[in-house]
């Protein structure tokens, strides 16, 4: 059964009224039309109300929607001859991160992106988004693969940030995080980065370092959860509504930060209510930076990326 945030609960009602007045219409052969008509006008003004409205908490919650489409849904809708590879050559595979091959509008490229799970048994195999440090070795040698190839790399962000247990911590969760960082920036392939739900900490900017960052415009960027934030700042996770408030963590303040290049509009109700139309804005964003990025050489695309993240934060007071 779909998931209904709190403010999404008036648009579902009216709906679900069209929805029984075009049953009624139909078993009973009566016209209903214009009662049917005069529903969807006042769904589509509730709509367009409520979401020009969101607060940062409630599009954090969009963000982290259960039917809001993953990684490997745009993958489906975007591009052709996919292949997954596997396997950080290390004796580890993380589910929590995809990687493959594929055609962008006929442009073979490479696809990252974290994956999360549908239901409890996904959600264990794929561990809720967060990549443990085998996940971004994975995504780092096929990042290589991409530069030996002058292949161009997507990477879809979608995580609560990387994996905390011991064994992420065993393993070198840190260092492989820092390394990805540090291997991103010296890239000579054209790196396009979007944040399709949640851009969590590390564990989002371990593929994050790219010549283009996009946001989804129900999507949030940030070093910590608002519900972290909160329990830090004030003891209470309930205050999550608060910190995200504070964080300034959606698209739009990212956008006027410099964090992020481009907002890409949902439709009205959010990604998961169209996933269609969200798909072709994205794509459409994706190939226009594509396009720009494919014109520059291999020392150009470093030094862009270099500048984009060097030009980042403002000193206030005196120097």
């Known amino acids: 059964m779909d998931v209904v945030l709190d403010f999404e609960r008036p648009i579902v009602q009216l709906r679900t009224r069209i929805a029984q007045l075009r049953d009624l219409e139909a078993a009973n052969g009566v016209d209903l039309s214009a009662s049917i008509e005069q529903l969807e006008h006042q769904s589509r003004k509730l709509e367009q109300r409520i979401f020009s409205r969101l607060s940062p908490w409630q599009r954090t919650l969009l963000s982290r929607h259960a039917s809001r489409p993953y990684t490997l849904d745009y993958v489906d809708t975007l591009f052709e001859e996919w292949t997954e590879l596997h396997g950080d050559r290390a004796g580890h595979d993380d589910q929590a991160l995809v990687c493959g091959m594929a055609r962008f509008r006929g442009t073979p490229v490479v696809v990252i992106g974290h994956q999360k799970g549908r239901n409890t048994k996904e959600n264990i195999r794929r561990n809720f988004g967060m990549a443990r440090p085998d996940g971004y070795r994975k995504a780092l040698r096929i990042m290589n693969l991409a530069e030996r190839f002058g292949m161009p790399i997507l990477t879809f962000i979608d995580t609560p940030g990387a994996y905390p247990g011991i064994d ?152």
């Open 168 to 319: 992420a911590e065993e393993r070198g969760q840190a260092e492989a995080i820092a390394k990805n960082i540090l291997e991103m920036a010296r890239l000579t392939v054209p790196v396009i980065a979007t944040v399709i739900g949640e851009g969590g900490s590390g564990g989002a900017l371990a593929i994050g370092v790219a010549n283009r960052v996009l946001m989804l415009e129900n999507s949030v960027y940030s070093v910590i959860s608002p519900e972290g934030c909160a329990a830090i700042l004030w003891r209470d996770r309930a205050e999550g509504p608060r910190a995200a408030e504070a964080l300034r963590i959606t698209a739009r303040d990212c956008a006027e930060l410099g964090v992020v290049d481009e907002v890409v509009s949902e439709p009205y109700g959010g990604a998961h209510r169209h996933p269609e139309e969200m798909a072709n804005a994205l794509g459409d964003a994706l190939a226009k930076h594509l396009d720009e990025l494919m014109a520059l050489d291999a020392g150009q695309l470093r030094e862009d990326r270099y500048a984009r993240f060097r030009v980042m934060g403002k000193l206030t007071g005196d120097a």
